[in-house]
């Protein structure tokens, strides 16, 4: 009874103490901001060359870790660490250095694959990672900012190299430049922007590609002998910029901005005028003409010599030319006599201008004159053609209105004329019908006398048949009547 009774008691504190045991001591919970690195304490022992468990299977610090959550693991087979996250803040970049793997050969940095150690080509970005601290280290740097104005050279510092016995490309023969993959100056320049370039693989070069001014004057003066013996300086500024393309060579072969000045363009500048100018007399340089050939002569050397290293010369301004002052005294005696000389001649030219003017304005005002009188005869012609012209205009119109008239007069006779023979014609035919019918009537009658009488009784006596007479004979007045027939009127005859 008691062995059961100490059984349940021992159950119910293991129900109590088990999940405790569970909850704090079995728990991994790493925070905002932090990572578990856990540990195998048991299980498969590394290799004495190995620091970092590549499976769980094996002892030792394992490989992955544990981000932000609530994790259980048994104490007795693991341990954990927790550790900060790896933090990159803005405008910086990380690089990591693979603490496990093969060793590198060959004096070699950079880890060619997952299974060697040494430096990761790429970089990690801003922001947060988890990153093993026993498995990588991780080392810091700031982005590479390129301004507007500048450029990037880059040198690959990583790589094949003559050295281990691989030459250079013939296409990358000139300048000394080399293509990806091997130690030297890339052709390849960065722009402007922002860039993460891991430092163990590349180093960049700033090189300021916007228009540089540089003054040589005082102790950088150019001095030189001319060609009668006298020491001449000049002081001035030459105005140069960079060639984009050609900066990679430029900055390897020759340097920075400085190396530049020293060793291309001020000796360019030293060596033409010390050249050039032994040629001329120390007068020569006092006369503007002479200086200023001089000064095209001087920018067209520097642009020739200087443009096939990159640098591009864009002006070269000579600015004083300082001779000896005694050469300087008599030119400047002979400069004032001759400029007394334009002086007179100035004036006497400026006499004869204003005689000049005179006489053009006598002849502007005559030519004035003659102008307005021909002006006015030329108006007198002109309205005289015009009336002229106006009266022969009048007569033409009255002539032929005149003709217009005697051709209506002409036309309206014509018609009057033809209206009368047209009416005489009508007549005529009328006349001529009129003769026909009493032809053919007295035709019918027989004669022309018995048609008089048959007309005559018809008119006298119409409807009498018979008039009572002398007996004795016949014929009108007297003469027994007879009988005629009433004439039967003929078209258009008389009744």
């Not at 001591?25 to 578990?36: D, F, L």
């Not at 005179?358 to 005869?377: G, I, Y």
Request: aromatic residues 8%; proline residues 4%; hydrophobic residues 40%.
């Amino acid at each position: 009874m008691k062995l059961a009774a100490f059984g349940i008691i021992l159950l119910l504190v293991l129900l109590v103490l088990l999940p405790l045991f569970v909850w704090f001591g079995c728990r991994i919970e790493p925070g905002n901001g932090e990572i578990a690195v856990l540990i195998r304490k048991t299980g498969k022992p590394l290799p004495p060359d190995e620091l970092i468990a590549r499976s769980p299977e094996q002892q030792g610090i394992q490989l992955e870790v544990l981000g932000e959550g609530r994790y259980f693991r048994n104490p007795y087979t693991w341990d954990w660490e927790i550790l900060p996250i790896t933090d990159v803040p803005a405008g910086k970049f990380a690089v990591l250095v693979r603490k496990f793997g093969r060793d590198l050969t060959d004096g070699r940095i950079i880890a060619p694959d997952d299974e060697s150690k040494g430096v990761l080509a790429d970089v990690l970005g801003t922001g947060k990672h988890r990153i093993n601290p026993y498995a990588y280290e991780v080392r810091i740097y700031d982005d590479v900012r390129i301004m507007p104005g500048f450029i990037g050279v880059v040198t690959s510092v990583s790589g094949e190299d003559v050295f281990n016995g691989v030459r250079n490309e013939n296409a990358y023969q000139h300048g000394f430049l080399v293509r990806p993959g091997r130690k030297g100056v890339l052709a390849d320049v960065l722009k402007e922007g922002t860039h993460r370039i891991n430092p163990f693989i590349y180093s960049v070069a700033l090189v300021n590609i916007q228009s540089q001014r540089h003054e040589f004057s005082g102790d950088d003066a150019i001095s030189f002998l001319t060609v009668d013996g006298f020491s001449v300086s000049l002081e001035g500024t030459v105005e140069f910029n960079i060639d984009e393309s050609l900066a990679p060579r430029l900055a390897h072969e020759v340097g920075n901005m400085e190396d530049i000045l020293k060793k291309l363009i001020l000796p360019s500048v030293h060596g033409f005028a010390r050249l050039e100018g032994s040629k001329k007399a120390a007068t020569e340089f006092i006369i503007g003409e002479s200086r200023q050939v001089f000064q095209t002569q001087l920018e067209k050397y520097l642009r020739e010599n200087c443009r096939k290293w990159g640098v591009r010369i864009n002006s070269v301004l000579i600015r004083d030319i300082i001779v000896p002052q005694e050469v300087a005294e008599i030119i400047r005696n002979r400069e004032l006599a001759q400029q007394e000389a334009r002086k007179y001649a100035e004036q006497i030219e400026q006499a004869r201008s204003e005689a000049e003017l005179q006489k053009q304005k006598m002849l502007a005002e005559q030519n004035s004159r003659k102008t307005e009188a021909e002006t006015q005869r030329i108006t007198a012609t002109i309205s005289a053609r015009q009336k002229q012209m106006e009266q022969v205009i009048a007569a033409e119109t009255e002539l032929k209105v005149a003709e217009v008239a005697l051709k209506t007069a002409e036309a309206d006779a014509q018609a009057a004329l033809n209206a009368a023979e047209a009416e005489r014609r009508v007549v005529a035919e009328r006349n001529l019908r009129e003769a026909e019918v009493l032809k053919r009537q007295v035709q019918a009658y027989g004669g022309g006398d018995a048609y008089i009488r048959a007309m005559l009784y018809a008119k006298l006596m119409p409807g009498v048949k018979s008039i009572i007479g002398n007996s004795a004979g016949g014929g009108i007045f007297g003469l027994p009547l007879s009988e005629f027939p009433a004439a039967a009127p003929a078209e258009g005859g008389l009744k």
